[in-house]
């Protein structure tokens, strides 16, 4: 049970879950409202509890009190009577006189107007907590608000004086990614322990499969070895049934604890136990050659068989190095090769195949046939090559070494069987290197045969060694430090991009695709160009309003001019400021005057305008421009967005424009304002947020790199497994060719075993052509049937390549016996 990685996705899922509550968390207090004094703009107990859909949700219990007068400096500071934590004033302020940064201006705004019960250890702090709560309530009462901007004095509140700081998800939920990709990283590694577990299981299994042959056999290659004379058994072959019966035993017994060490938790994994499966799997592979060598010897020299699959086993990689040996002679440019060479290499050949063929009269001259035979041949290989070097251009004799460069074909160790038949350990081996040698010279003086040559020079390729290991191996290493830099650059790039992107997605604003549901002019559109406004407005708004435009006289409703020295003498003569200004009291009175001229719009119970309305009070000078100061909403402003708000608390100034720009510049801002409210600024530190980006970014590249690696092997290796499956097919339908072409093959063979100089080895020849064929079918239908991930591994393209050889010596060989037949036939038609 891979337990780490379940660990760790058990954790990254608590993360995500508890991520998840805390940020989904709502608070369970409330934010009381107590509303004293006689207060203006319709604020009262009655119309705050109407306004209140709900109560102000807290998490934690605060009291607001509203009071109509002037507060303390006690007050002020925090020193408020018990059960109360803000006291706000509904009082609005004097104008700044002189023109002042914002924070400086809000500062003295809120002088007297609002404060706080201590909350946080810095002053400074609550002062700012106590300006914001003060704003939310002013502004909201610049936009004709009055219940309602208690009620948002109330919210801001709760969001300044609370215990519990906004909760971001980002945290949790990049918390929760790192903990999945650990998972991740954490399981690969778990699957690829388990899988080299199992790999090494399979191995063993197999051992033990090959074991329990042999052991179950034990008695059948004991009456095998007693069935044969003790004189007649060869040192070898005593020795191979001694190995069989010793081995067997204490095989046996090692198994037990083999597979102890391979099913242990402890040990399973550990290149000692590694080395004890490679070595029981040697062990069980020598045992397994020596009781074959038993059984097969045993049938050649006992009296219970001929012993010709024995001698067709010995003689096959002999067989089909001679028949190379003769195409390539065969092929050389005419009066290159005397006949009478081709013609004892022929004999040789049919000397081996007639001893193989086990018909000789005794048990003894069986394996001296054969012996001798085998030794004709490799005297005949070794002539040929000697007369072949002497053909070698001076040249080329100079540049060459003594040998050309024989690649060994694939061959199996026959060393076990050759030793129980008392012959040589190495005699097969030395007579095939004869005959490689041979092909090799014949190949360097007569040209390739493409069917030989190509598979030989591709495998000499792949096992070439680099010429220098060390700077081999010094060049990956340079490579895998800068592969390490340029990822350690590239996950800061990511981080960094991620970092921005997620600043930028929290600063991005929602934007509006809402035409403007109804616009009126009230009393008439009697001074506006309607179409053009209408031109002008774009179809952006959050929500379905509904706005009216009134037009009004700017000097009788509120009494201002034109003349700049008629607005300083009626207001303060020493403002620098009162020939630009508007007086706040007498706005907020003309737009309360504006809801009551048009109650279908107001509610009645809070005196605020209904939902989905807005009303943009147009103000006319004498000479056509016009002013809009302020206009009247029915949603709140909240957050930090001061857009929402027309009138300018800061100055109280007025501007003027054209009636048409007057109302289009209105609505455009009005529809912005509803995507900046409730818009938060936030100053972020970055430091932990790009902390924690950098080892995820670069966890994900690792494991980037990871899958990339696996999906680049899986395509290399199902590249050349595509080129593979392309000469599977090709050979699998030359192999189709020669089983189609199996009847002719008997024919020839009928024909030289009537009428050639050798019948007996014409008939064995065919015999062990039609075996070859046969194990090249058994390892066509093998290659085919197995699995995609047997067909990764390297040993994949060695079988094809094999089967590849095999296919094309037997090609080889039935040519040759056609060519001979034919040249039978063609004899007899000159005799």
């Known amino acids: 049970m891979p337990w780490i990685p379940v660990f760790l996705g058990i954790t990254s899922l608590l993360i995500g879950i508890t991520g998840l509550v805390v940020t989904t968390l709502q608070p369970a207090s409330e934010v009381k409202i107590i509303v004293e004094g006689q207060q203006p ?127 971001s998800f980002w945290p949790w939920l990049l918390g929760t990614v790192l903990g999945l990709l650990l998972t991740a990283f954490a ?82 994994m550990t290149a000692r136990t590694a080395k004890k499966v490679e070595k029981f799997e040697t062990q069980v592979s020598d045992l397994v050659a020596a009781a074959d060598a038993v059984m097969e010897a045993g049938t050649v020299i006992g009296d219970f068989g001929s012993g010709e699959t024995t001698f067709q086993r010995l003689g096959a990689p002999l067989a089909f190095a001679a028949r190379e040996l003769l195409t390539r002679l065969r092929a050389a440019p005419a009066s290159a090769v005397e006949p009478q060479m081709i013609t004892s290499l022929e004999s040789a050949l049919d000397s081996l195949l007639e001893a193989g063929a086990g018909t000789a009269g005794g048990t003894e001259p069986a394996v001296h046939t054969w012996e001798r035979a085998e030794r004709g041949l490799k005297r005949q290989a070794q002539t040929l090559s000697r007369m072949l070097r002497h053909m070698l251009p001076r040249r080329r004799l100079r540049r060459m070494p003594a040998r050309p460069v024989v690649v060994p074909r694939p061959t199996e160790d026959l060393s076990v069987l050759r030793t129980s038949l008392g012959l040589a350990p190495q005699g097969s081996r030395r007579s095939l290197d004869a005959l490689d040698a041979a092909n090799a010279m014949a190949r360097e003086v007569f040209g390739r045969l493409p069917e030989f040559d190509d598979a030989q020079e591709e495998a000499q390729t792949r096992r070439r060694l680099p ?24 996950a800061l790039l990511l981080s960094l991009t991620a970092m921005f992107s997620i600043d930028d997605a929290s600063g991005t604003l929602p934007t509006g695709s809402r035409p403007l549901e109804a616009l009126r002019f009230e009393p008439d559109a009697g001074g506006f160009d309607v ?154 530190d970055s430091d932990p947020l790009l902390l924690l980006l950098f080892p995820i970014m670069g966890i994900v590249l690792f494991i980037g790199y990871q899958v990339l690696r696996y999906g680049g ?15 599977l097919r090709t050979v699998r339908k030359d192999l189709e060719a020669l089983t189609m072409g199996l009847d002719d093959s008997r024919l020839n063979a009928v024909l030289m075993f009537d009428r050639g100089s050798a019948p007996l080895a014409a008939d064995s020849d065919q015999r062990l052509f039609e075996s070859a064929l046969a194990v090249a079918w058994r390892m066509a239908e093998e290659l085919a049937s197995r699995p995609l991930a047997q067909r990764l591994g390297p040993d994949y393209t060695d079988q094809i390549r094999r089967f590849e050889y095999l296919v094309s010596v037997l090609s080889v060989r039935d040519t040759d016996v056609a060519w001979r037949a034919q040249a039978l036939l063609d004899a007899e038609r000159e005799a």
């Open 41 to 167: 703009w319709n604020i009262s107990q009655e119309t705050v509890e109407a306004a209140l859909d709900e109560p102000v949700a807290s998490w934690r219990p605060l009291t607001l009190v509203v009071t109509d007068r002037t507060l303390s400096l006690e007050e002020q500071q925090g020193n408020l009577e018990p059960g109360t934590d803000i006291l706000l004033s509904t009082r609005l302020p004097e104008p700044n006189k002189e023109r002042a940064p914002y924070d400086t201006v809000r500062q003295i705004q809120a002088v007297g107007k609002v404060g706080i019960r201590p909350v946080f250890d810095d002053p400074d702090q609550n002062l700012v907590a106590g300006q914001d709560i003060h704003d939310a309530y002013q502004t909201n009462v610049g936009l004709g608000h009055g219940p309602l901007a208690v009620v948002a004095a109330a919210q801001e509140a709760s969001l300044e004086l609370s215990d519990r700081s906004d909760q």
């Open 187 to 268: 399981m690969s590694k778990a699957l690829k322990r388990r899988s080299l577990w199992e790999a090494r299981f399979r191995r063993l299994t197999a051992a033990q499969r090959r074991l329990a042959g042999v052991v179950l056999d034990l008695e059948a290659l004991e009456v095998t070895y007693r069935a044969v004379d003790p004189e007649q058994r060869p040192p070898g072959f005593t020795e191979a049934w001694t190995k069989v019966r010793d081995a067997s035993l204490d095989l046996a017994r090692t198994e037990k604890e083999v597979v102890a060490a391979v099913r242990g938790r402890s040990s399973g």
């Open 467 to 490: 010429a220098n290991p060390k700077l081999r191996k010094g060049i990956g290493l340079g490579v895998k430090v800068l592969a390490g830099l340029v990822a350690g650059f590239v």
């Open 531 to 684: 179409e053009k406004i209408r031109r002008d407005v774009e179809d952006n708004f959050m929500e379905d309003l509904e706005v009216m435009v009134v037009a009004g006289d700017a000097e009788d409703d509120l009494l201002l001019s034109m003349d700049y020295a008629v607005n300083a003498r009626k207001y303060d003569p020493e403002d620098p400021m009162a020939s630009s200004r508007v007086d706040a009291n007498h706005l907020l009175e003309t737009m309360w005057k504006l809801k009551a001229q048009y109650p279908h719009l107001v509610d009645e119970s809070t005196g605020e305008l209904l939902p989905g309305q807005a009303v943009v009070p147009v103000y006319f000078f004498d000479n056509g421009y016009t002013t809009v100061p302020a206009w009247l909403t029915s949603e709140v402003y909240y957050a930090d967005a001061r857009r929402m708000g027309r009138f300018n608390w800061d100055t109280s100034e007025f501007f003027i424009s054209k009636p048409e720009e007057a109302v289009s510049e209105s609505l455009e801002q009005i529809s912005k304002a509803q995507q900046w409210n409730g818009y938060t600024w936030q100053i972020r």
């Open 713 to 727: 092997s899986m395509s290399m290796r199902l590249g050349r497994f595509g080129k593979d499956a392309a000469r």
